[in-house]
């Protein structure tokens, strides 16, 4: 037998993993803090690791959670865990636990879906152009995992910098202020010690 035909398996199977980096992390070395890396990959907190492949992430996700993020859906509005959720706390990556937004950020919109003015660190959201359903819009994903999270509209208050990202309660955790700590997330209690001074 041609050594090329036994190896037709393995190069499809190579090309098959390599195609599916829609919910896989492309940077090996992500670049947040040591503290922030070992509650991606450690936490208890976390349902799945950046570097699971789709099959992994189907038996980990929900359908609805498997659908945004790896595959751009967007949820129901107002049938969402976390439209009307005015609890104190952060907002993490479903995938890789990454922190990404903070209910200090977070607004009433009006659209049904959460909605954030900015990011935690500049670092953790990739934006990008989206020109599907006959749209031009600026979709939003995670940098870690590239999980699909929802799109970045420019009509939010402009006292806060005019943004408004618009995110899918699927793509999230939500993890409140009285668990930062035990789940690794210390370092933004100041963010909320913060606000109950003002």
């Known amino acids: 037998m041609n050594p090329l035909h036994r190896s037709l ?43 699971m492949n789709k099959e992994e992430l189907r038996k980990k996700l929900t359908a609805e959670q498997y659908a945004v993020t790896c595959e751009s859906a967007t949820e129901p509005p107002f049938r969402n865990a976390y439209w009307n959720n005015h609890e104190a706390g952060i907002y993490v990556d479903v995938i890789s636990g990454e922190a990404l937004f ?11 879906w959460p909605s954030f003015t900015t990011t935690l660190k ?3 959201v990739v934006e990008k ?10 979709e939003a994903r995670a940098a870690k995992s590239d999980a699909h999270l929802g799109h970045v509209f420019n009509d939010g208050p402009r006292e806060a910098g005019g943004l408004r990202y ?16 035990e789940a690794g ?11 109950a001074e003002k």
Do not use: Q, W
């Open 9 to 51: 398996p393995l190069l499809t199977c190579l090309a098959l993993t390599l195609s599916s980096a829609a919910c896989r992390a492309e940077d090996p070395a992500p670049k947040t803090k040591e503290p922030a890396k070992e509650t991606a990959t450690n936490s208890k907190e976390n349902p799945a690791s950046a570097t």
């Open 102 to 112: 903070a209910s200090v950020h977070k607004f009433d919109s009006g659209s049904g």
């Open 122 to 124: 500049k670092d953790t």
């Open 129 to 138: 152009k989206d020109t599907a359903h006959g749209m031009v819009r600026i």
């Open 166 to 181: 618009c995110i899918n309660s699927a793509s999230l955790k939500f993890i409140p202020v009285a668990k930062l700590k």
């Open 185 to 195: 997330f210390g370092e933004y209690l100041a963010l909320f010690e913060k606000k």
